[in-house]
């Protein structure tokens, strides 16, 4: 059963350091890519940051240039997302995600049960 198992979030004042982390379990086949969502309120889900596999390249969204970290423990089949300086605008509910697909491989997106930030002035 693939499992995509979240820590880290919470309640945080503007200017500290948010890390969350993803731990991927069921022997998931084909994955592209790795990464966080996040879904402010009353806004649709949106990409925050994603690493993939074969090469490396990681995508974000521009509201967290030079703010963030993306890191992938390969032994560990954990992602981490580190967001520095964190603002009120990053608040919301962030989601794993595990993106699979490829020549042999149904395209897929996995996703957590997500993890409520909340940022406060």
């Known amino acids: 059963q693939v499992q995509l198992v979240e820590s880290g979030g919470g309640s945080l004042h503007t200017g500290e350091t948010l890390r969350l982390s993803c731990t991927v379990s069921?022997?998931?086949?084909?994955?592209?890519?790795m990464g966080w969502y996040r879904q402010a309120p009353g806004s649709e889900r949106e990409l925050v940051a994603k690493i993939f596999i074969d090469d490396g390249i990681i995508k974000h969204t521009g509201a967290v240039k030079d703010r963030f970290t993306l890191s992938r423990d390969n032994a560990e089949n954990t992602v981490h997302l580190q967001i520095d300086n964190v603002k009120p605008e990053d608040t919301g509910v962030y989601y794993c995600n595990v993106h699979t697909g490829g020549r042999f491989v149904k395209a897929t997106d996995y996703w957590g049960q997500g993890t409520q930030v909340t940022v406060s002035s």
């Open positions: 069921g022997g998931i086949l084909g994955i592209e890519s």
